[in-house]
């Protein structure tokens, strides 16, 4: 018997930003109050459904998650707001495994991340680039 879990946060879980993950907007949520550093939330659209932890919540309101690896079923245990406990997240997870706060330089996403420096690893695990000239070296 398959049950449908309600979802928490409606997202599309492929689609990513500049940050390489999923997004959303924190006014989509059921309920936003839930939805802050560091929670479980399951997540989803349609069909598709994850337990996901937020990473950060900007200050326009877009959301930024990770997904867990699993079914729901799998990760209920992190649920904990659907069973008895509805304490703050804060109050449950220990302080080190929640993000700095944004002030001092936790995981704001304002700033472009720098380009990640090719190396022959990269190359050879994503492929050859082929779509790029070879540009000629700087002292020729």
């Known amino acids: 018997m398959t049950t449908t879990t309600a979802i ?18 924190l006014d989509e949520a059921a309920d936003p109050s839930r939805i802050v550093p560091g929670a479980h939330v399951v997540a989803g ?4 459904r994850a337990v ?24 209920a245990h992190l649920l904990e707001y659907r069973n008895e406990s509805r304490a703050a ?3 449950r997870l220990p302080e080190v495994l929640l993000p700095a706060p944004a002030e001092t330089g936790g995981t704001r996403r304002d700033a472009t991340a720098p380009p990640e420096v090719g190396s022959p690893e990269t190359a050879r695990r994503n ?14």
């Not at 928490?8 to 993950?21: H, V």
């Open 8 to 25: 928490d946060l409606p997202i599309d879980l492929q689609t990513m930003d500049e940050t390489g993950l999923p997004w959303t907007f």
């Open 52 to 75: 996901v932890v937020v990473v950060d919540v900007t200050d326009e309101g877009i959301v930024h998650v990770c997904d867990v690896p699993g079914s729901v079923e799998d990760n």
């Open 45 to 48: 659209s349609g069909s598709v």
């Open 127 to 140: 492929g050859p680039r082929r779509h790029r000239p070879e540009q000629p070296d700087a002292d020729s």
């Open 89 to 91: 997240v804060s109050e």
